[in-house]
């Protein structure tokens, strides 16, 4: 009798790893994503890994950029829920050594690129739900980049190999972010937001406990937006592209409840119609993502499940926010013309086109350079397979 709630547990895990399992998982991922936008987040970002790391480091300073300063909860409660949910399912591994620099710039550009568009993957789909026609356009642009680099993965692109370290060491993410949302809350030290995104924002309580579920979840269905694409170019597998469909149903059905649905080019919060630029963006992110074995929230979750590569990934993409924004290079958002103030069109400045050309430029180099052998086998294990 007393295995029996063993072998309910076990008979859950097995099943998010099958076909239903994932397309319920996503359902829940983006009705956790409704909440938090009910609750106080932008509506239409609810979620977003690289609007939110940008947040996280304008709070603590990297940027000065006042309108999106403020130590967002759901960094902390995705890398944590990993964490905590690898612990439960024994597959916390702590590990590293593979290429660990090489993964910082692809973290740095990841995220030049998703600044560049407005959006992380997950924002990407979050818009696409509300109706806004610019984020299907740079849908394209992030099929096409994990296009290119499933072509260099099988053409035998490889970052090498991690190696198994000391258990405190895959440790060392969770800790600190653990340890600076406790020092924030504590002191208010932080830099935080009276105005523009950074100002909008569920409470903290809400914030963590749907992160850490979202965390959770997304480490054990192998959450990835990059990740579903490359299996379908190079296995013409669409199985991980479960969880982003259901993702995608959750919220679009909560749009057009809620009257948030709103299908057009224009009048799209915190978009620009700039499309060369929201393609471009996007397909460095895509290109990176799959160089680096994950998107940006796949990132956060290896980080929790004990990856000291993802981590420095994380820390990448945590510098490539901060001087997107010092240096201008971050794409901003069109605004109708008010009576102070003539219309704007949006998207990067030049500055910010040539960086984004130079990271597609350097991605091409880490890519020939990194081919270590003529062909990599790519296996799946079950629906679920994990990322590199």
Request: with cysteine.
């Given at each position: 009798m007393q295995c029996y709630p063993k072998n309910r547990k076990r008979g859950m895990m097995?099943?998010?790893?099958?076909?239903?399992?994932?397309?319920?998982?996503?359902?829940?991922?983006?009705?956790?994503?409704?909440?938090?936008?009910?609750?106080?987040?932008?509506?239409?970002?609810?979620m977003c890994a690289a609007c939110f790391i940008r947040d996280m480091a304008g709070s603590l300073k990297l940027h000065s950029v006042a309108p999106v300063q403020y130590f967002r909860p759901e960094i902390v409660g995705l890398v944590f829920g990993s964490f905590l949910m690898a612990l439960a399912t024994k597959e916390f591994r702590?590990?590293?050594?593979?290429?660990?620099?090489?993964?910082?710039?692809?973290?740095?550009?990841?995220m030049i690129g998703a600044l560049v568009f407005l959006g992380c993957p997950l924002r990407m789909v979050i818009r696409m739900a509300a109706g806004d026609l610019n984020a299907w356009v740079g849908l394209i642009g992030f099929i096409l980049g994990t296009g290119t680099g499933a072509f260099f993965l099988k053409k035998g692109f490889s970052l090498g190999r991690e190696y198994d370290t000391g258990k405190a060491a895959g440790t060392i993410l969770p800790i600190v972010l653990a340890v600076l949302l406790i020092v924030g809350i504590a002191t208010q030290a932080f830099a935080a937001s009276t105005t523009g995104p950074g100002s909008k924002h569920a409470p903290i309580v809400v914030a963590l406990i749907v992160a850490l579920v979202v965390g959770a979840l997304g480490q054990r269905i192998r959450l990835c937006f990059a990740s579903g694409l490359r299996s379908a170019w190079l296995l013409?597998?669409?199985?991980?592209?479960?969880?982003?469909?259901?993702?995608?149903?959750?919220?679009?059905?909560?749009?057009?409840?809620?009257?948030?649905?709103?299908?057009?080019?224009?009048?799209?919060?915190?978009?620009?119609?700039?499309?060369?630029?929201?393609?471009?963006?996007?397909?460095?992110?895509?290109?990176?993502?799959?160089?680096?074995?994950?998107?940006?929230?796949?990132?956060?979750?290896?980080?929790?499940?004990?990856?000291?590569?993802?981590?420095?990934?994380?820390?990448?993409?945590?510098v490539g926010a901060a001087f997107a924004h010092n240096f201008g290079l971050a794409g901003a958002a069109a605004a109708a013309a008010t009576e102070t103030a003539p219309a704007t069109v949006g998207g990067p400045s030049v500055t910010g086109q040539i960086v984004l050309l130079c990271c597609i430029a350097v991605l091409f180099v880490l890519g020939a350079v990194n081919i270590r052998k003529k062909k990599i086998a790519i296996k799946t294990v079950g629906p679920a397979a994990a990322t590199a």
């Open positions: 097995e099943f998010l790893n099958k076909k239903p399992g994932l397309l319920i998982a996503g359902l829940i991922v983006g009705a956790l994503m409704a909440v938090l936008a009910v609750m106080g987040n932008p509506g239409n970002m609810a702590s590990t590293a050594g593979s290429s660990p620099m090489t993964r910082f710039i692809l973290g740095f550009i990841m013409r597998d669409f199985t991980l592209l479960l969880p982003i469909a259901g993702i995608f149903v959750a919220l679009l059905v909560f749009n057009i409840a809620t009257g948030g649905f709103k299908l057009g080019f224009d009048g799209q919060p915190i978009a620009h119609s700039q499309h060369l630029w929201n393609i471009l963006g996007l397909y460095a992110v895509g290109f990176a993502a799959v160089l680096a074995g994950g998107c940006p929230v796949r990132q956060m979750v290896l980080a929790g499940q004990g990856s000291s590569d993802a981590a420095v990934t994380f820390v990448g993409m945590l």
